[in-house]
């Protein structure tokens, strides 16, 4: 009877076994059918600039600051003003607490 019992847990043991290998086998081939192979990309060369166009840069940004600079002042104006008016209130609230 242990004898019997012994061969059968062999038996078993050698299935599962090769019923592993087999299936990681198959899952080993499937997984690498959808591997591509990696290529390294080209470098791409970038044309070097003419002075021209650099100079239509330095015109364009120039322009640009013309065009916002009197935005930007009447903005940070603004601005001071702002701040003006909230330390006003800030004294106006303080005063009040004191009396």
């Not at 198959?26 to 070097?48: C, E, F, G, M």
């Not at 364009?60 to 930007?72: D, H, R, T």
Request: overall charge positive; aromatic content about 8%.
């Amino acid at each position: 009877m242990r004898g019997q019992l012994l061969k059968t847990f062999l038996s078993l043991m050698i299935t599962v076994l090769l019923v592993s290998l087999l299936t990681t086998f198959i899952w080993y081939t499937l997984d690498n059918n959808n591997v591509q192979p990696q290529r390294s990309h080209p470098q791409k060369k970038s044309a070097p600039q003419s002075s021209a166009s650099c100079k239509d840069c330095r015109e364009n940004i120039n322009k640009v600051l013309e065009l916002y600079s009197g935005a930007w002042k009447k903005q940070e104006a603004s601005y001071q003003t702002f701040r003006g008016c909230l330390t006003t209130d800030q004294e106006g609230e303080q005063n009040r607490n004191k009396d």
